[in-house]
């Protein structure tokens, strides 16, 4: 398979600030998504970027795939920006499969 | 336009018992697949179809069997549950790459 792996595994921040999430994989890949996981457990598409950089309003993700990482950075976080933020990434010798990483927990406090 | 649905939602089953979970999409996708997490391992791709009548395993197969009779429909099903099965499911599909994910089925297996 392929590696995935996704710092920092838990993140705190004040209602307003800036973060950056990071993903790297070991391998080169197909294609690469960004999720939100609510509180409810509800999964989320953000981003399908497997190269160059995408935004959404607050939110904006880059991916290097020649460097094998991508990031996602959330700019003045909102309270509705708490959850678990994962990467996954299409192997590009086992099409069709996708691995996540383990993901980052993030709490946003008013 | 329901996108992707799951059921159950939650389901408690006797260690040896069986069950069969339904997943369903209204978007015509191409590409389904089932997904379990457990605490802090992230998403793992159990089973997938490309296609009506086609499946193939993903990383972790053993013990779930699935079937694609319907291009709408996906199941999943576990002949003889144990406590490791013990998991939250997802399914998803995906009409290229971008996969769109369900609610989820909460699984306990005593």
């Known amino acids: 398979g392929i590696q995935v792996e996704q710092s920092p595994p838990d993140l705190i921040l004040q209602e307003g600030a800036n973060s950056t999430l990071r993903c790297n994989f070991s391998?080169?890949?197909?294609?690469l998504q960004w999720f939100h996981q609510n509180p409810w457990g509800q999964l989320i598409n953000l981003f399908y970027?497997?190269?160059g950089t995408k935004q959404n309003g607050r939110l904006s993700a880059t991916t290097v795939a020649t460097e094998r990482y991508s990031l996602l950075y959330i700019s003045s976080s909102q309270t509705t920006d708490s959850g678990v933020y994962f990467c996954?990434?299409?192997?590009?010798?086992?099409?069709?499969?996708?691995?996540f990483g383990t993901g980052t927990s993030l709490t946003v406090i008013p | 336009n329901a996108g992707v649905t799951q059921t159950p939602k939650f389901r408690v089953l006797k260690t040896g018992q069986s069950m069969t979970l339904l997943c369903a999409q209204d978007?015509?996708?191409?590409?389904m697949y089932w997904y379990r997490q457990d605490p802090g391992m992230g998403l793992r791709l159990i089973h997938y179809?490309?296609?009506?009548?086609?499946?193939a395993k993903g990383e972790v197969p053993d013990g779930y069997n699935v079937s694609r009779l319907k291009k709408q429909n996906f199941l999943l099903g576990l002949e003889s549950a144990a406590p490791s099965q013990t998991s939250v499911y997802f399914c998803?599909?995906?009409?290229?790459?971008?996969?769109?994910f369900g609610p989820g089925t909460r699984l306990t297996v005593l």
């Open positions: 998803a599909s995906s009409y290229l790459v971008e996969q769109f």
């Open positions: 391998d080169s890949v197909n294609n």
């Open positions: 970027i497997p190269s």
């Open positions: 996954a990434v299409e192997h590009l010798n086992t099409g069709n499969q996708f691995y």
């Open positions: 978007m015509n996708h191409e590409y």
């Open positions: 179809s490309v296609g009506e009548g086609t499946t």
